[in-house]
Protein backbone atom coordinates (compact mmCIF):
# COMPACT_ATOMS: atom_id res chain seq x y z
CA UNK A 1 0.00 0.00 0.00
CA UNK A 2 2.77 2.26 0.95
CA UNK A 3 4.78 2.08 -2.30
CA UNK A 4 1.25 2.39 -4.52
CA UNK A 5 0.58 5.27 -3.37
CA UNK A 6 4.44 6.59 -3.18
CA UNK A 7 4.82 5.55 -7.09
CA UNK A 8 1.54 5.97 -8.77
CA UNK A 9 0.02 9.63 -7.43
CA UNK A 10 1.51 12.67 -7.02
CA UNK A 11 0.05 15.63 -5.49
CA UNK A 12 -1.40 17.46 -2.58
CA UNK A 13 -4.35 15.52 -0.43
CA UNK A 14 -6.07 18.19 0.41
CA UNK A 15 -6.45 19.76 -3.47
CA UNK A 16 -9.59 20.17 -5.75
CA UNK A 17 -7.44 18.35 -8.89
CA UNK A 18 -8.29 14.94 -9.80
CA UNK A 19 -4.43 13.79 -8.42
CA UNK A 20 -5.36 15.59 -5.08
CA UNK A 21 -8.90 13.87 -4.53
CA UNK A 22 -7.48 10.76 -5.10
CA UNK A 23 -4.92 10.97 -2.48
CA UNK A 24 -7.56 12.50 -0.44
CA UNK A 25 -9.61 9.27 -1.15
CA UNK A 26 -6.96 6.90 0.09
CA UNK A 27 -6.26 8.98 3.46
CA UNK A 28 -10.14 8.95 3.89
CA UNK A 29 -10.03 5.24 3.63
CA UNK A 30 -7.57 4.71 6.09
CA UNK A 31 -8.91 6.93 8.35
CA UNK A 32 -12.13 4.96 8.35
CA UNK A 33 -10.65 1.81 8.50
CA UNK A 34 -8.75 2.74 12.00
CA UNK A 35 -11.82 4.25 13.13
CA UNK A 36 -13.70 0.80 12.84
CA UNK A 37 -10.55 -0.81 14.52
CA UNK A 38 -10.75 1.49 17.46
CA UNK A 39 -14.99 2.09 17.57
CA UNK A 40 -14.71 5.60 17.19
CA UNK A 41 -16.33 7.92 14.37
CA UNK A 42 -13.71 8.64 11.35
CA UNK A 43 -14.03 12.29 12.24
CA UNK A 44 -12.16 11.12 15.88
CA UNK A 45 -9.49 9.74 13.83
CA UNK A 46 -6.42 12.45 13.52
CA UNK A 47 -3.01 11.13 11.57
CA UNK A 48 0.31 12.24 12.89
CA UNK A 49 3.79 11.18 12.23
CA UNK A 50 3.71 9.09 15.45
CA UNK A 51 3.11 8.06 18.52
CA UNK A 52 5.05 11.24 19.81
CA UNK A 53 3.17 13.42 18.80
CA UNK A 54 0.04 12.07 18.32
CA UNK A 55 0.78 11.90 22.88
CA UNK A 56 2.10 15.96 22.43
CA UNK A 57 -1.32 16.61 20.74
CA UNK A 58 -3.30 15.47 23.83
CA UNK A 59 -1.19 16.18 26.08
CA UNK A 60 -0.93 20.01 25.93
CA UNK A 61 -3.82 20.52 23.35
CA UNK A 62 -6.48 18.95 25.82
CA UNK A 63 -4.50 20.51 28.75
CA UNK A 64 -4.32 24.59 27.20
CA UNK A 65 -8.25 23.55 27.00
CA UNK A 66 -8.72 22.77 30.05
CA UNK A 67 -6.85 25.90 30.75
CA UNK A 68 -9.73 27.92 29.03
CA UNK A 69 -12.17 26.94 31.88
CA UNK A 70 -9.85 27.76 34.48
CA UNK A 71 -8.44 23.85 35.22
CA UNK A 72 -4.93 24.18 36.43
CA UNK A 73 -3.94 20.30 37.53
CA UNK A 74 -2.75 17.43 35.90
CA UNK A 75 -2.60 13.63 36.50
CA UNK A 76 0.05 11.18 35.38
CA UNK A 77 1.56 8.55 36.25
CA UNK A 78 5.37 7.58 37.15
CA UNK A 79 5.88 5.00 34.08
CA UNK A 80 4.26 6.81 31.20
CA UNK A 81 6.63 7.30 27.83
CA UNK A 82 8.76 11.03 27.70
CA UNK A 83 6.38 11.44 25.30
CA UNK A 84 3.72 11.85 27.78
CA UNK A 85 5.78 12.43 31.17
CA UNK A 86 8.17 15.04 29.39
CA UNK A 87 5.01 17.43 28.14
CA UNK A 88 2.93 17.20 31.18
CA UNK A 89 6.19 18.57 33.18
CA UNK A 90 7.21 21.42 29.92
CA UNK A 91 3.52 22.47 30.45
CA UNK A 92 3.33 22.24 34.43
CA UNK A 93 6.76 24.35 34.41
CA UNK A 94 5.71 26.62 31.53
CA UNK A 95 2.25 27.48 32.28
CA UNK A 96 2.57 27.38 36.25
CA UNK A 97 0.29 24.03 36.62
CA UNK A 98 0.36 21.50 39.19
CA UNK A 99 1.24 18.23 38.09
CA UNK A 100 1.03 15.08 40.01
CA UNK A 101 2.85 12.09 39.25
CA UNK A 102 1.13 8.68 40.49
CA UNK A 103 3.76 6.41 41.83
CA UNK A 104 3.29 2.87 40.67
CA UNK A 105 4.08 -0.94 42.08
CA UNK A 106 7.56 -2.94 41.78
CA UNK A 107 5.16 -4.78 38.95
CA UNK A 108 4.87 -1.32 37.45
CA UNK A 109 0.98 -1.10 37.36
CA UNK A 110 -1.04 1.97 38.52
CA UNK A 111 -3.41 1.54 41.30
CA UNK A 112 -6.72 2.85 39.98
CA UNK A 113 -7.25 3.91 43.31
CA UNK A 114 -4.46 6.11 43.44
CA UNK A 115 -5.49 7.52 39.95
CA UNK A 116 -8.87 8.59 41.24
CA UNK A 117 -7.74 10.01 44.60
CA UNK A 118 -5.32 12.48 42.83
CA UNK A 119 -7.81 13.65 40.63
CA UNK A 120 -9.67 17.13 42.02
CA UNK A 121 -12.01 19.58 40.53
CA UNK A 122 -9.66 22.08 38.52
CA UNK A 123 -7.76 18.62 36.99
CA UNK A 124 -7.48 19.38 32.83
CA UNK A 125 -6.23 16.15 32.17
CA UNK A 126 -5.64 12.10 33.44
CA UNK A 127 -2.83 10.67 31.26
CA UNK A 128 -2.19 6.79 32.26
CA UNK A 129 -0.77 4.46 29.74
CA UNK A 130 -2.53 1.44 28.75
CA UNK A 131 0.33 -0.58 28.78
CA UNK A 132 4.03 -0.34 29.67
CA UNK A 133 6.68 -0.25 27.08
CA UNK A 134 9.10 -1.58 29.30
CA UNK A 135 7.95 -3.65 31.33
CA UNK A 136 4.85 -4.79 29.50
CA UNK A 137 2.43 -3.70 32.65
CA UNK A 138 -0.73 -3.62 31.37
CA UNK A 139 -3.13 -1.36 33.29
CA UNK A 140 -6.84 -0.76 34.07
CA UNK A 141 -8.02 2.00 31.57
CA UNK A 142 -11.32 0.98 31.57
CA UNK A 143 -11.83 1.19 35.45
CA UNK A 144 -10.44 5.10 35.23
CA UNK A 145 -11.87 5.54 31.90
CA UNK A 146 -15.47 4.91 33.23
CA UNK A 147 -14.83 6.79 36.66
CA UNK A 148 -13.03 9.90 35.24
CA UNK A 149 -16.34 10.29 32.27
CA UNK A 150 -18.64 10.26 35.70
CA UNK A 151 -16.32 13.39 36.65
CA UNK A 152 -16.71 15.09 33.24
CA UNK A 153 -12.03 14.86 33.49
CA UNK A 154 -10.70 14.74 30.63
CA UNK A 155 -8.42 10.97 30.17
CA UNK A 156 -5.73 10.56 27.82
CA UNK A 157 -3.93 6.97 27.20
CA UNK A 158 -1.19 6.25 25.20
CA UNK A 159 -1.86 2.92 24.08
CA UNK A 160 1.29 2.27 21.79
CA UNK A 161 2.17 -1.11 22.75
CA UNK A 162 -1.45 -2.21 23.35
CA UNK A 163 -2.96 -2.23 19.96
CA UNK A 164 -1.20 -5.01 18.71
CA UNK A 165 -1.73 -7.98 21.02
CA UNK A 166 -4.38 -6.13 23.64
CA UNK A 167 -6.86 -4.10 20.97
CA UNK A 168 -8.27 -1.12 21.63
CA UNK A 169 -12.16 -0.10 22.25
CA UNK A 170 -12.29 3.50 22.98
CA UNK A 171 -16.09 2.91 23.82
CA UNK A 172 -15.70 0.35 26.72
CA UNK A 173 -12.25 2.52 27.87
CA UNK A 174 -14.27 5.84 27.56
CA UNK A 175 -11.18 7.28 26.38
CA UNK A 176 -11.03 11.04 25.19
CA UNK A 177 -7.86 10.66 23.35
CA UNK A 178 -5.82 8.06 22.28
CA UNK A 179 -1.91 7.83 20.66
CA UNK A 180 -1.35 4.69 17.98
CA UNK A 181 1.97 4.10 16.57
CA UNK A 182 1.76 2.21 13.09
CA UNK A 183 5.61 0.68 13.40
CA UNK A 184 4.48 -1.22 16.52
CA UNK A 185 1.58 -3.27 14.61
CA UNK A 186 3.15 -4.23 11.17
CA UNK A 187 2.73 -0.40 9.29
CA UNK A 188 5.78 1.71 8.75
CA UNK A 189 7.61 3.63 11.41
CA UNK A 190 7.06 7.87 10.79
CA UNK A 191 3.11 7.71 11.51
CA UNK A 192 0.79 7.29 14.12
CA UNK A 193 -3.18 8.04 15.08
CA UNK A 194 -4.29 10.54 17.74
CA UNK A 195 -7.76 9.38 18.71
CA UNK A 196 -9.69 12.61 19.57
CA UNK A 197 -13.16 12.05 20.78
CA UNK A 198 -15.25 15.01 18.95
CA UNK A 199 -17.17 17.45 21.09
CA UNK A 200 -14.06 17.74 23.55
CA UNK A 201 -12.01 20.73 23.48
CA UNK A 202 -7.99 20.35 22.10
CA UNK A 203 -6.07 23.49 21.20
CA UNK A 204 -3.83 22.99 18.54
CA UNK A 205 -0.31 22.25 19.02
CA UNK A 206 0.85 23.06 15.28
CA UNK A 207 -0.54 25.80 13.39
CA UNK A 208 -1.11 26.10 9.68
CA UNK A 209 -3.94 25.12 7.52
CA UNK A 210 -5.81 23.00 9.96
CA UNK A 211 -5.89 19.89 7.43
CA UNK A 212 -6.82 17.32 10.17
CA UNK A 213 -9.98 18.75 11.94
CA UNK A 214 -8.27 22.22 12.92
CA UNK A 215 -6.21 20.84 15.00
CA UNK A 216 -2.84 19.05 13.40
CA UNK A 217 -2.12 21.47 10.40
CA UNK A 218 0.68 20.05 7.40
CA UNK A 219 -0.43 18.44 4.30
CA UNK A 220 -1.47 14.67 4.53
CA UNK A 221 0.86 11.89 4.22
CA UNK A 222 -1.28 9.98 2.19
CA UNK A 223 0.76 6.78 1.47
CA UNK A 224 1.81 6.94 5.00
CA UNK A 225 -1.45 6.96 5.94
CA UNK A 226 -2.93 4.69 3.63
CA UNK A 227 -0.27 1.90 4.46
CA UNK A 228 -1.31 2.69 8.54
CA UNK A 229 -5.20 1.81 7.48
CA UNK A 230 -4.68 -1.07 5.90
CA UNK A 231 -1.58 -2.49 8.96
CA UNK A 232 -4.92 -1.10 11.45
CA UNK A 233 -7.02 -3.84 9.59
CA UNK A 234 -4.73 -6.78 9.33
CA UNK A 235 -3.38 -6.47 13.03
CA UNK A 236 -6.99 -6.33 14.05
CA UNK A 237 -8.15 -9.35 11.94
CA UNK A 238 -4.81 -11.66 13.04
CA UNK A 239 -4.77 -10.40 16.95
CA UNK A 240 -6.36 -13.32 18.46
CA UNK A 241 -3.62 -15.72 16.57
CA UNK A 242 -0.70 -13.39 17.14
CA UNK A 243 -1.75 -13.14 20.57
CA UNK A 244 -1.75 -16.93 21.32
CA UNK A 245 1.43 -17.05 19.24
CA UNK A 246 3.00 -14.81 21.63
CA UNK A 247 1.75 -16.07 24.65
CA UNK A 248 3.31 -19.53 24.10
CA UNK A 249 6.73 -17.87 22.58
CA UNK A 250 6.55 -15.25 25.72
CA UNK A 251 6.37 -18.37 28.27
CA UNK A 252 9.22 -20.46 25.95
CA UNK A 253 11.58 -17.00 26.25
CA UNK A 254 10.68 -16.73 30.18
CA UNK A 255 11.27 -20.17 30.59
CA UNK A 256 14.49 -20.46 29.25
CA UNK A 257 15.87 -17.36 31.02
CA UNK A 258 14.76 -18.31 34.30
CA UNK A 259 16.72 -21.06 33.95
CA UNK A 260 19.75 -19.16 34.13
CA UNK A 261 21.24 -18.86 37.78
CA UNK A 262 20.09 -15.23 39.26
CA UNK A 263 17.76 -14.61 36.28
CA UNK A 264 14.53 -12.85 37.93
CA UNK A 265 11.29 -12.04 35.41
CA UNK A 266 10.21 -7.96 36.24
CA UNK A 267 6.84 -6.77 36.26
CA UNK A 268 3.43 -8.57 37.00
CA UNK A 269 3.31 -12.08 37.59
CA UNK A 270 -0.27 -12.48 36.34
CA UNK A 271 -0.13 -13.04 32.42
CA UNK A 272 -3.71 -10.82 32.17
CA UNK A 273 -1.70 -7.67 33.48
CA UNK A 274 1.36 -7.77 31.24
CA UNK A 275 1.97 -7.87 27.17
CA UNK A 276 2.78 -11.49 25.76
CA UNK A 277 5.48 -9.94 24.08
CA UNK A 278 7.49 -8.67 26.51
CA UNK A 279 10.10 -10.44 28.68
CA UNK A 280 11.85 -8.32 31.13
CA UNK A 281 14.37 -9.56 33.62
CA UNK A 282 16.89 -8.96 35.87
CA UNK A 283 20.10 -10.55 35.76
CA UNK A 284 22.84 -10.99 38.94
CA UNK A 285 26.48 -10.99 38.43
CA UNK A 286 27.08 -8.64 35.26
CA UNK A 287 27.41 -5.17 34.48
CA UNK A 288 24.26 -4.34 32.43
CA UNK A 289 26.42 -2.09 30.09
CA UNK A 290 28.70 -4.62 28.86
CA UNK A 291 26.05 -7.27 29.00
CA UNK A 292 23.97 -5.32 26.03
CA UNK A 293 26.61 -4.63 24.50
CA UNK A 294 27.52 -8.35 24.33
CA UNK A 295 24.77 -9.58 23.78
CA UNK A 296 24.21 -6.90 20.60
CA UNK A 297 27.63 -8.53 20.02
CA UNK A 298 26.69 -12.13 19.73
CA UNK A 299 23.51 -10.78 17.31
CA UNK A 300 20.86 -10.52 19.96
CA UNK A 301 18.79 -7.28 20.09
CA UNK A 302 17.66 -6.46 23.70
CA UNK A 303 17.16 -3.05 25.31
CA UNK A 304 18.41 -1.51 28.94
CA UNK A 305 15.70 1.06 28.68
CA UNK A 306 12.94 2.91 26.28
CA UNK A 307 14.00 1.84 22.74
CA UNK A 308 13.00 5.64 21.58
CA UNK A 309 15.96 7.51 23.57
CA UNK A 310 18.35 9.36 21.84
CA UNK A 311 20.82 6.59 22.47
CA UNK A 312 22.67 6.93 24.99
CA UNK A 313 23.09 4.81 28.12
CA UNK A 314 20.76 6.13 31.07
CA UNK A 315 19.08 4.82 34.36
CA UNK A 316 15.72 3.77 33.36
CA UNK A 317 12.77 5.90 34.97
CA UNK A 318 10.64 3.25 34.61
CA UNK A 319 12.63 0.71 36.85
CA UNK A 320 13.83 3.84 38.89
CA UNK A 321 10.02 4.00 39.68
CA UNK A 322 9.45 0.61 40.38
CA UNK A 323 12.64 0.07 42.86
CA UNK A 324 14.19 -2.37 40.03
CA UNK A 325 17.70 -2.32 40.09
CA UNK A 326 18.43 -1.19 36.99
CA UNK A 327 22.15 -2.95 36.39
CA UNK A 328 21.73 -5.96 34.09
CA UNK A 329 17.92 -5.56 33.76
CA UNK A 330 16.74 -6.27 30.19
CA UNK A 331 14.04 -6.13 27.91
CA UNK A 332 13.96 -8.64 25.20
CA UNK A 333 10.95 -8.08 22.75
CA UNK A 334 8.88 -10.49 20.47
CA UNK A 335 6.58 -9.87 17.61
CA UNK A 336 4.87 -11.52 14.41
CA UNK A 337 8.14 -12.41 12.90
CA UNK A 338 9.54 -14.34 16.17
CA UNK A 339 10.18 -17.95 15.93
CA UNK A 340 10.71 -20.89 18.12
CA UNK A 341 14.30 -20.95 16.41
CA UNK A 342 14.72 -17.04 17.51
CA UNK A 343 13.22 -17.98 21.02
CA UNK A 344 15.98 -21.14 21.56
CA UNK A 345 18.70 -19.16 20.00
CA UNK A 346 18.32 -15.91 22.13
CA UNK A 347 18.37 -17.92 25.09
CA UNK A 348 21.28 -19.95 24.47
CA UNK A 349 22.92 -16.74 23.66
CA UNK A 350 22.19 -15.22 27.12
CA UNK A 351 23.29 -18.58 28.72
CA UNK A 352 26.81 -18.00 26.78
CA UNK A 353 27.38 -13.88 27.44
CA UNK A 354 26.14 -14.62 30.52
CA UNK A 355 28.27 -17.00 31.49
CA UNK A 356 31.30 -15.70 30.26
CA UNK A 357 31.10 -12.41 32.18
CA UNK A 358 30.70 -13.64 35.24
CA UNK A 359 34.03 -15.64 34.53
CA UNK A 360 35.89 -12.06 34.35
CA UNK A 361 33.86 -10.30 37.10
CA UNK A 362 30.93 -9.33 35.26
CA UNK A 363 32.38 -7.87 32.63
CA UNK A 364 31.84 -3.81 33.95
CA UNK A 365 35.14 -1.58 33.00
CA UNK A 366 36.02 0.72 36.26
Known sequence: ELLRWLGDEVGNPSSTHAAGRALRTAVEEARERVAGALGAHPQDVVFTSGGTEADNLAVKGLVWAGMERGRRHVVTSAVEHPAVLEPAQWIAAHE??????????????????????????????????????????????????????????????????????????????????????????????GVGVAYLRRGVPVVPVTHGGGQDRGVRSGTFAAALDAACGVAVEEATGGRAELRDRLVALGDRLAGGLLAIDGVRRNGPEDPRWRLPSHVHVSIDGVDGEALTFALDQAGLCVSAGAACGAGAQKASPVLAATGIDGDAAIRLSLGWTSTDEDVDRGIAIVAETVAKLRAVGGGAVR
Open 96 to 189: GLELTVVPVGRDGRVDVEEVLGAVRDDTALVSVMAANNELGAVNDVATIGAALRERDVPFHTDAVQAFATQGVDVAAWQVDALALSAHKFGGPA
